[in-house]
């Protein structure tokens, strides 16, 4: 059975229509991981239980059991969110062999919806990364090249996406992890609003930035996907109550009467012109169909940047604080307490997650305070109040997802700054808490384009009618590597 090409969709129509089991597809699966992913490294780690999970979904179905949209259907993880009794290490040393004492609530309701969890999926270290090379577990590569990168800090899960491992899978997106590794491998990738979906379970980087969200192979799956796991949960205070949902049926068929923004300060120098090219040809595509195409100023983006890496490192240095070697995780004794913290810390985190915390700790220390951290969340205002005042006047803003196609291993590993750059188009969205999805858009020297598209909070459905629109005119999400 050939699941490389097919989409969550048809999967769920054949398990309906009991052409095809459960456990044949998790079998189907597991045999396209062992074969593969060798190579890819997309999987740090498989499910010992995936076909037990598969059987007992088949002997649900048989007996004539009310199905959830999910089941029966594999599922990825990202490594930094909690399953019960499983091995869950944010792609780290310093928490080696740490199982979970419970489900995240997307795992809950992944369950309830009956997908298998298949495994977690590989990950820069923290989710900290642009290119998924910092994961202590080794570099992910690219299914489209694999001497290039996946994007990061997702990749694992684009990764797995893209080459047929799994129809779906989710990551987490703190300033465009979920966007930019699915515009780099060529599948369909979204960051909901923030407090669209529940953190409880999620092993924070950036608390005020980070938000869980799918990667699949057209718009359609992601709306299934997002109706399973979207909404309000009492564990998690910073989610919201959901006015409308995510359901495929309501989906507007046609952007006529649409206004589109193309902001100006995000086709700057520097971007690969051959991926505005591609973005620009959507953006033909969709003004034909009877969107106006509208260009905006959003004149503090230039700031976006230098914002997001003063906010998430303070957010992250607090978040890590915890992991200390004395509760859970690697340890390593020193000569007193002291000494033991410092290498615990030392030996257990990589060099960009140090980078971060001491970035972090730096901007929060005394003195510091104020000069940085404070200055940040001011500019952080007037980014979101940029969105605000753009989408009164569109509908949503167009952009490109990342400035290139996917670069060579090692290439911008060791340039910490060049590497910053990649998320230039990304941070802003999560700066400014609302919804983006990137679908692939086209190809550049034989490697995925991915085009941005962002919107007002909450508003999801207009994303999803923008994209699922460009995707009935185009072939490029269906292409596989």
Same mark, same amino acid.
């Given at each position: ?6 989409? =969550?969709?048809? !999967? ?15 079998? /189907? ?59 869950? $290490? ?19 309701? =992944? ?14 270290? +923290? ?9 202590? %577990? ?19 899960? /684009? ?8 129809? +779906? ?18 599948? $369909?990738? !979204? ?10 379970? =999620?092993? /924070? ?114 978040? !890590? ?8 995780? &690697? ?37 510091? %305070?104020?000069?940085? %951290? ?41 340039? @910490? ?14 700066? /400014?808490?609302? @919804? ?33 629109? &460009? ?11």
């Amino acid at each position: 059975m050939d699941i490389s090409t097919m989409s =969550l969709k048809e !999967l769920a129509d054949q398990l309906t229509k009991k052409t095809v089991t459960s456990e044949q597809l998790t079998q /189907a699966c597991l045999d396209r991981i062992q074969e593969q992913n060798p190579e890819i490294n997309a999987f740090i780690r498989v499910a010992e239980d995936a076909l037990e999970q598969a059987r007992a979904i088949d002997t649900r179905r048989a007996s004539g059991e009310q199905m959830g949209p999910l089941a029966g259907i594999p599922v990825g993880l990202k490594d930094n969110m909690l399953v019960k009794g499983q091995v869950t $290490t944010a792609g780290s040393q310093i928490l080696e062999g740490h199982v979970s004492a419970y489900d995240g609530t997307v795992v809950s309701r =992944l369950k309830s919806a009956g997908a298998i969890i298949i495994g977690q999926t590989n990950m820069d270290e +923290f989710a900290m990364g642009s290119s998924s090379e910092s994961s202590h %577990y080794g570099i992910t590569k690219n299914p489209w090249d694999t001497t290039k990168v996946p994007g990061g800090s997702s990749g694992g899960s /684009a990764a797995a996406v893209s080459a047929g491992f799994v129809p +779906f899978a989710l990551g987490s997106d703190t300033g465009g992890s979920i966007r930019q590794p699915a515009s780099l491998c060529g599948v $369909t990738g !979204l960051k909901p609003t923030y407090g669209r979906v529940s953190r409880y379970g =999620l092993m /924070a980087m950036a608390s005020s930035l980070d938000q869980i969200g799918p990667f699949a192979k057209s718009v359609e799956d992601v709306m299934t996907i997002m109706e399973c796991i979207e909404g309000q949960d009492p564990n998690d205070g910073t989610s919201i109550r959901l006015d409308s949902t995510s359901v495929p049926e309501l989906l507007e068929p046609s952007v006529a009467g649409l206004t589109l923004g193309i902001p100006k300060e995000y086709f700057i120098e520097g971007m690969d012109p051959e991926v505005k090219a591609r973005v620009m040809d959507a953006v033909v595509v969709l003004e034909k169909a009877g969107a106006k195409i509208e260009e905006i100023s959003m004149p503090h983006s230039e700031y976006a940047l230098a914002t997001y890496y003063i906010i998430m490192p303070c957010e992250a240095s607090s978040n !890590l604080g915890k992991f200390d070697g004395l509760r859970f995780g &690697y340890h390593s004794m020193g000569s007193d307490l002291e000494d033991t913290y410092r290498r615990t810390r030392g030996e257990g985190f990589g060099s960009e997650v140090k980078r971060r915390i001491m970035l972090g700790s730096y901007a929060l220390s005394a003195g510091y %305070y104020d000069a940085y %951290y404070r200055k940040a969340l001011q500019m952080r205002t007037l980014i979101k109040q940029d969105f605000d005042e753009a989408l009164k006047r569109v509908d949503a803003i167009i952009t490109p997802t990342s400035p290139s196609v996917a670069w060579g291993i090692g290439e911008k590993f060791n340039d @910490p700054i060049t590497m910053y750059l990649s998320d230039i188009y990304t941070v802003t969205a999560n700066l /400014a808490t609302v @919804p983006a999805l990137s679908v692939p858009c086209g190809f550049v020297n034989n490697l995925p384009v991915g085009l941005q598209i962002m919107g007002k909070p909450f508003d999801e459905q207009m994303l999803y009618r923008i994209g699922a629109f &460009y995707q009935s005119q185009t072939d490029w999400h269906k292409r596989t590597p």
